[in-house]
T-cell receptor, first 117, second 116 residues
Framework: DGGITQSPKYLFRKEGQNVTLSCEQN?????MYWYRQDPGQGLRLIYY???????QKGDIAEGYSVSREKKESFPLTVTSAQKNPTAFYLC????????????????FGPGTRLTVL | AQSVAQPEDQVNVAEGNPLTVKCTYS??????LFWYVQYPNRGLQFLLK??????LVKGSYGFEAEFNKSQTSFHLKKPSALVSDSALYFC??????????????FGTGTLLAVQP
């Protein structure tokens, strides 16, 4: 998990509340990503950011929001509009693409497990 | 559409036996393929990748994967399984449309259970 930290490890939310998940990296990577993991569904992309002050929606962005004010940080807010937020959330980062598409694996944080009470 | 399929939800193997975790893909253009491993309540760890070159790719912890273009497969293999290899394994392919990004498309995962 080295170089990427996520906090908290466990988070409990009441229905109707917004919560923010933290993701910080010290790898000097430009790109950062948020995934949601549910049993049997693999990883689904929520949002991604290729550079500071820019981000794009992934496949399941509804009910989520992000910001990218600093290169090191990419917080994810789970809003009350997200109908079923209970899941394991993973943050990742990756370096710029090198020649021939090298250096393009993603590095993952340890995850945050969100439970709605 | 680009996709990755892991046809087996679970693979069971005895310790010391060879293991194979299957992955097939569908992409336009040349595929960039990855394998990751996830232990319980942890993030994903990178195992290996295929970009170009030799079809047999060697990675971490004694794992290797064989790229087969005609069968559009990228199966993960290990000659001798360990109990500690028990984990969830994900195959992924880099998305090749929508600009130059590192976006990955993941399979649904295969749970590997190695019995002592």
């Amino acid at each position: 998990d080295g170089g990427i930290t996520q906090s908290p490890k466990y988070l409990f939310r009441k229905e109707g509340q917004n919560v923010t998940l933290s993701c910080e990296q010290n790898l000097n990577h430009d790109a950062m990503y948020w995934y949601r993991q549910d049993p049997g569904q693999g990883l689904r992309l929520i949002y991604y950011s290729q550079i500071v002050n820019d981000f794009q929606k992934g496949d399941i962005a509804e009910g989520y929001s992000v910001s990218r004010e600093k290169k090191e940080s990419f917080p994810l807010t789970v809003t009350s509009a997200q109908k079923n937020p209970t899941a394991f959330y993973l943050c990742a980062s990756s370096p710029p693409l090198g020649p021939w598409g090298t250096n393009n694996e993603q590095f993952f944080g340890p995850g945050t497990r969100l439970t709605v009470l | 559409a680009q996709s990755v399929a892991q046809p087996e939800d679970q693979v069971n193997v005895a310790e010391g036996n060879p293991l194979t975790v299957k992955c097939t893909y569908s992409v336009s253009g040349n595929p960039y393929l990855f394998w990751y491993v996830q232990y319980p309540n942890r993030g994903l760890q990178f195992l290996l990748k295929y970009i170009t070159g030799d079809n047999l790719v060697k990675g971490s912890y004694g794992f290797e994967a064989e790229f087969n273009k005609s069968q559009t497969s990228f199966h993960l293999k290990k000659p001798s399984a360990l109990v500690s290899d028990s984990a969830l394994y994900f195959c992924a392919v880099r998305q090749t449309y929508g600009g130059a990004t590192n976006k990955l498309i993941f399979g649904t995962g295969t749970l590997l259970a190695v019995q002592p």
